[in-house]
């Protein structure tokens, strides 16, 4: 089967940095992708990694270690409306998505 | 346009009801999808259309019935539903379903569910 682990919650401080792992047990991998969904919205991608590294947009960064099963959403500089829920999702005929990380960013 | 459209937003039925939501997408997408999500979870797959043809079933209950009547519209045929399909129904369309290169999938806002 395919399998995504992610943390459930984390609580951070605006301006701080946090990051949300992802470890995957999939067929067939071509890559991690990340989506963001506010309270109410629709999931919005952030990312994607098919290559191991590091990929940067602004605030944001994604890594990725295919040896490892393992990758992170990197979220600097956290303002209030980054809270959210962050999901990792391995794509390939369908989209599967992990349980999602909800993010709540306070004051 | 980078835009994924659905309607109604907000739609409260009877069980005995039938009604339709809908979807539109006019980025030339050939892939489409229908998600259900329920609160503090993932959207949970349905239905992905590939070039206008039903291409998964996620072993969804036949009181939900899928339609793509061109490239750009999706619809979801609702029949006797029960309460437990009360849920967040999100549309997505992307270039293809192939895996590689990827395809981002656009999401629409949602349509929120009730079924009384």
């Known amino acids: 089967g395919q399998s995504l682990e992610q943390p459930s919650e984390v609580t951070a401080v605006e301006g701080a940095i946090v990051q949300i792992n992802c470890t995957y047990q999939?067929?067939?991998?071509?890559?991690l992708s990340w989506y963001q969904q506010h309270d109410g919205g629709a999931p919005t991608f952030l990312s994607y990694?098919?290559?191991?590294g590091l990929e940067e947009t602004g605030r944001f960064s994604s890594f990725l270690s295919r040896s490892d099963s393992y990758g992170y959403l990197l979220l600097q500089e956290l303002q209030m409306k980054d809270s959210a829920s962050y999901f990792c999702?391995?794509?390939?005929?369908?989209?599967?998505f992990g349980q999602g990380t909800e993010l709540s960013v306070k004051p | 346009d980078t835009e994924v459209t659905q309607t109604p937003k907000h739609l409260v039925m009877g069980m005995t009801n039938k009604k339709s939501l809908k979807c539109e997408q006019h980025?030339?997408?050939?892939?489409m999808y229908w998600y259900k999500q329920k609160a503090k979870k993932p959207p949970e797959l349905m239905f992905v259309?590939?070039?206008?043809?039903?291409?998964i079933n996620e072993s969804v209950p036949s009181r939900f019935s899928p339609e793509c009547p061109n490239s750009s519209l999706l619809n979801l045929h609702l029949h006797a539903l029960q309460p437990e399909d009360s849920a967040l129904y999100l549309c997505?369309?992307?270039?293809?379903?192939?895996?590689?290169?990827?395809?981002?999938?656009?999401f629409g806002p949602g349509t929120r569910l009730t079924v009384l």
């Open positions: 259309y590939s070039y206008e043809k039903l291409s």
């Open positions: 999939t067929s067939g991998f071509y890559g």
């Open positions: 999702a391995v794509p390939g005929g369908k989209l599967i």
């Open positions: 997505a369309s992307s270039q293809s379903t192939s895996g590689f290169p990827y395809n981002e999938q656009f």
């Open positions: 990694n098919a290559l191991d």
């Open positions: 980025m030339g997408h050939r892939a």
